[in-house]
């Protein structure tokens, strides 16, 4: 099956796509990789759970995670999966 979009530039897409910047087009294309991509998918929920949490937690300390945080974290992971 053919990925529209690699992992890594999914990767990218990570930011606009929590930040919901992320145009039409290619949030299509994100969301048919998460279809496709176990890995992916896995982690973006986790990431839309964790970035719940902090929000919730955070409220009182008025403190958000930067999406280039969660876009690391994201790096580090697809790292481990798929050392080059
Ligand atoms: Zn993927």
């Not at 290619?26 to 929920?45: D, I, M, P, T």
């Not at 929000?55 to 798929?82: C, H, M, T, Y």
Request: glycine letters at 2%; aromatic letters at 8%; hydrophobic letters at 30%.
């Amino acid at each position: 099956m053919t990925h529209l979009i690699s992992c890594k530039e999914l990767v990218d897409l990570v930011a606009d796509y929590m930040d919901e910047t992320i145009s039409k087009e290619a949030r299509a294309k994100f969301e048919q990789h998460l279809s496709e991509c176990g890995y992916c998918s896995a982690y973006v929920q986790q990431m839309h759970m964790t970035v719940k949490l902090t929000s919730q937690l955070s409220e009182s300390e008025g403190d958000k995670p930067a999406p280039d945080e969660l876009v690391d974290i994201f790096r580090k992971w697809k790292n481990e999966q798929k050392p080059d």
